[in-house]
């Protein structure tokens, strides 16, 4: 199986989105991607630039993703966080998972980074073991914390 990694441009932030939406269709999800093609657009490739794309492609096709950005620790610095490491149903297997892990990587020692890091699904064990595999730590002791806009709003009302 051939394929190639690169940079994303804003001409493949459609499939970019496809593959989102992909992803959120299997994490059970599938209404809860509210961004367009316009805003992946905006957000990456206009100043400030808020993300990098690495886009995986077979036979000229976008197949696989790896969406990341730069978070600062109070503990450590600055860290890469990968938001989405996604490879299309037809492809998982074949080895471009794995490619774009290592482009992520590769990205973070070019950046000077202290860690990449992402989250996953504690139900999601094949991306577990992947991950695993590949030597990363999963913290099972760390909860996701979050505020959606509602409870943004609520809160500030209430507080």
């Known amino acids: 199986m051939t394929f190639s990694i690169r940079k994303a441009t804003k001409k493949d932030m459609a499939r970019v989105l496809e593959l989102i939406v992909e992803l959120a269709v299997y994490e059970k999800e599938p209404y809860a991607v509210k961004i367009t093609v316009e805003d992946l657009i ?10 990098t794309c690495f886009v995986a492609e077979h036979n000229d096709r976008i197949e696989g993703i790896a969406l990341v950005y730069q978070r600062f620790s109070t503990w450590k610095g600055r860290v890469l966080h990968l938001e989405d490491l996604v490879v299309s149903q037809e492809m998982r297997g074949s080895g471009m998972g794995s490619a774009l892990l290592k482009e992520v990587v590769k990205h973070g020692i070019e950046t000077k980074v202290k860690r990449v890091s992402w989250e996953v699904l504690d139900w999601n064990s094949s991306a577990i073991a992947f991950y695993e595999n590949k030597g990363a730590k999963i913290l099972k002791d760390w909860y996701l914390v979050q505020l959606d806009e509602v409870a943004m709003q609520q809160y500030i009302a209430n507080n």
């Open 42 to 51: 905006k957000n990456g490739f206009e100043t400030p630039v808020q993300f």
